[in-house]
């Protein structure tokens, strides 16, 4: 099932710095990870244990309270979060004995504790126990290459050979060293974009306030594509509150010298505008944490972005049951009277309704068991409407182009 979970940008950490003791890395650590649902899995060693972590460059390396209480870690003090939907939430803090990943060991690692699987209980389908963050890599090298399936790890870009031709200048988060690139859209405009593997749904999310700065300035209306409301991105305090959501299409999206013709962007209600793990779909990504520098080589220059066919709605997931989450304007979600809070009791051929955990990541993960995935005509859909009746459709599916008004 096409779904519709952001892990965008999910903590900012205020106010903690964290010292490590790390093993010398002589040469190049390749880490390999699986890619499933758009997610980087990487398995990490923890104390000693292999365990599944979500590779996320816009969060703090962190651990599920599951596993604080497996391991008997013991907490510190607690620590101030901003998440993705820029609400604060304090949580614990601990540090881990150690961390090993393909060949490189770090220890003593200080991380946050996070209760995720009630904040996002779909995690628990693929195993996911902790976030990898890229606070551990600070002083080091991290490519990564989504079509060999892998991290690169070292002391020295020369040992990773980036070409040059595509560096950018890179400002980091001071606390969690998350990193900020510019992105420039034509001469429309720039601004530095935090790159983050967490937002698995879309190529490039503008932050709302850099929308309304920019629109203010200078119309944005001719790029607008799309118009919805509601709200389906899941975040650390659960999952955003209702808003408008907005879609434009650019002539192109550059970074340094590469350059992605005709991007979709949507709009968000969170800190910085991201710059989601999409991007590794077109090239490979290298950070030079230690010179600050972000090189994005892609495969092709001047490509032209995918775009969805879409039926013109959004999931949201509460719990084990699925909901009409974004009605986009003029589509044919819209035209045959589709509205947020609908619940979902079937979805193409499966049933969705009553599902047990079990069930549920059965359906979450479905597309990944079945690719590859064919481009669908057409959605069949039964749900319940605000009056409490059963009613089926089939709606068509459109390039998202075709909504503009």
């Known amino acids: 099932m096409k779904n519709k979970i952001y892990l965008a940008a999910f903590l900012v950490l205020l106010g903690f710095s964290c010292a490590y003791a790390q093993g010398a890395t002589v040469k190049p650590d390749t880490i390999p990870f699986q890619y499933q649902n758009n997610m980087i899995i990487v398995k990490v060693e923890v104390n000693g ?3 599944n972590f979500f590779f996320d460059t816009g969060a703090p390396t962190l651990i599920s309270k599951e596993l604080q209480q497996e391991l008997n870690v013991e907490l510190g003090a607690g620590r101030i979060v901003t998440d993705a939907s820029s609400k ?4 614990s803090g601990a540090v881990l004995q150690s961390l090993k ?3 490189l060991k770090l220890n003593d690692v200080p991380v946050t504790v996070f209760d995720m699987r009630s904040s996002i209980p779909q995690l628990a389908c693929m195993d996911i126990e902790g976030f990898l963050g890229v606070d551990v890599f600070k002083q080091k090298v991290l490519q990564i290459d989504l079509q060999n399936k892998r991290l690169i790890v070292s002391t020295s870009s020369a040992e990773l050979k980036p070409n040059e031709l595509f560096v950018s200048k890179m400002t980091l988060l001071k606390v969690q060293n998350s990193p900020l690139v510019e992105v420039r859209f034509g001469k429309v405009f720039v601004e530095n974009a935090l790159f983050d593997t967490g937002m698995t749904g879309d190529l ?3 932050a709302n306030q850099t929308y309304k700065y920019v629109n203010q300035s200078s119309s944005l209306n001719e790029y607008i594509v799309a118009r919805g409301y509601g709200g389906v991105s899941k975040v650390a305090s659960g999952t955003e509150t209702e808003s408008e959501k ?3 299409k650019f002539d192109e999206l550059s970074i340094g010298k590469a350059i992605i013709k005709n991007p979709v962007t949507n709009t968000g209600n969170h800190p910085y505008s991201l710059l989601g793990v999409q991007l590794l779909k077109y090239g490979k990504v290298t950070m030079d944490f230690i010179h ?4 994005f080589e892609p495969l092709v220059q001047n490509t032209v972005a995918l775009v969805e066919k879409i039926t013109g709605f959004d999931l949201k997931i509460e719990g084990n049951a699925f909901f009409i989450g974004i009605v986009w304007k003029n589509s044919p979600a819209e035209k045959a009277g589709l509205k947020t809070g609908y619940k979902i009791i079937e979805y193409g051929s499966k049933n969705v309704e009553n599902l047990s955990q079990e069930d549920m990541c059965k359906v979450l993960l479905g597309d990944a068991k079945d690719e590859p995935v064919k481009e669908k005509k ?10 409490g009746e059963v009613r089926s459709l089939i709606l068509p599916m459109v390039d998202i182009t075709s ?3």
């Open 204 to 206: 490039y999310s503008i």
């Open 88 to 91: 604060n939430i304090e949580m």
């Open 403 to 405: 909504l503009k008004l």
């Open 246 to 248: 907005i879609k434009l």
């Open 378 to 387: 057409a959605l069949k859909l039964k749900f319940i409407d605000d009056k």
């Open 101 to 103: 990943m393909g060949g």
């Open 49 to 51: 244990k292999p365990r």
């Open 292 to 295: 600050e520098r972000f090189y």
